[in-house]
């Protein structure tokens, strides 16, 4: 079957589509979409062959926007998204992420919900927020959002998710109970440099193995081989520990993508205005910057924890949205780059999708 | 029957649901629960919990700013309000 690339990107205003050619050369621009709502995330679901777009509106609170036509028609629900009486109401939906046949949606304060009707309806998941440490949860700049489901790819039971300022969790269970997994991660804000909790992690990827599992977190780029249970620093080679997005290679473990940024107090955005995404093909042992194609000189631009991702065409695409409203695209595994488009709003998310051409 | 005046945003979210209706309710709860009845996803984008209106959702009564539990009378006219908000 012939495919083609879409780019779903996420905005502060609107949820857009740039779709491309087989070849990966030229790309047709669609949107704004979901009223222009923000958009925290956008996704497609391989298995329903369906988009959905979570984000919040500041008059009517979080919202997963559906498409099944491939973003020609749109519809929106929000029944459920809500922690009930006392509660404190949701703002937005940060990530979604389907997996054996249940969509699952990060909220703000961070809180985790599942979908067995396609969005349609939503169930908080309470054995997160009945954790312990949950009381001393504290909000960072970015809130108190959950902005990372990562689910097993064979195993329904295995879940972790990430939130701001508050870190890595992992339950065996499905959901029902869930564990800390931050030992060995920085927190340099903290009077305690390695808490049980509240490490800022900024986005959690599992590898194409099912075993890896990678973070790009405030204070560093770090591996964990067994789950999260000890993770591993893989900063060395960087020009800094600071950074959003974070994107592994379709098909191989081993090789990552970071963009990182001038540091966490000097304006976070890319260094020397020089914009470079680095690659590392050895698990994070040793590191490439790839510039070829990119702004060289006076690009003072940001990426933000969704605005990197890969396609799963042979080689692999990988795609960039800046908070500034451009996309760079690279066909050839980040050997070289071009801007797709410009003058979006700020751009929240970026993932892919291989559709039927 | 009460007048009930919904904004356009709302509108342009919830299929079938006009920006002009009329409800029978005695409070601004019970009028938002009725609507819920007719047009499905009212009430989460109007409440954030069960309890309390969205911070930036203003409902006025016969021209006065009303709670949940405000009283809603036949013949009152209810107005739903998005604040002035947004960046």
Known sequence: MATRPLVLLGTKKGAFILEGDAGRKNWQLRGPFCEAWPIYHMMFDDASQTIYAGGGNPWFGPGVWRSDDLGATWSHSGAGLTYGEGGPPIGTIWHITAAHGTLYAGADPAGLFRSHDQGQTWEHMQGLRDHPSRPNWQAGYGGLCLHSIVAHPTDPARLWVAISAVGTFYSADAGATWTPRNQGVRAEFAPERYPEFGQCVHKLLLAADGEQLYQQNHCGVYRSADGGAHWDEITEGLPSDFGFPLALHPRDPQTLYVVPLNGAEQGRVVPDGRMAVWRSKDRGASWTVLTEGLPGEHAYLGVLREGMAVDTLDPAGIYVGTSTGQVFGSSNEGASWQQLCTNLPPIWSVETALVEA | ?87
């Open chain 2, 1 to 87: 029957m009460a007048q009930v005046y919904l904004p356009r945003p709302l509108a342009a979210l919830i299929a079938g649901l006009p920006k002009q209706t009329e409800v029978e309710a005695t409070t601004v709860q019970a009028l938002i629960a009725a609507l819920e009845q007719r047009w499905p996803g009212v009430t989460t984008c109007l409440c954030g919990t069960p309890d309390a209106l969205r911070p930036h959702i203003n409902i006025y009564v016969d021209g006065a700013r009303a709670t949940l539990a405000t009283p809603v009378q036949a013949g009152s006219v209810v107005r739903v309000l998005t604040a002035v908000s947004g960046g």
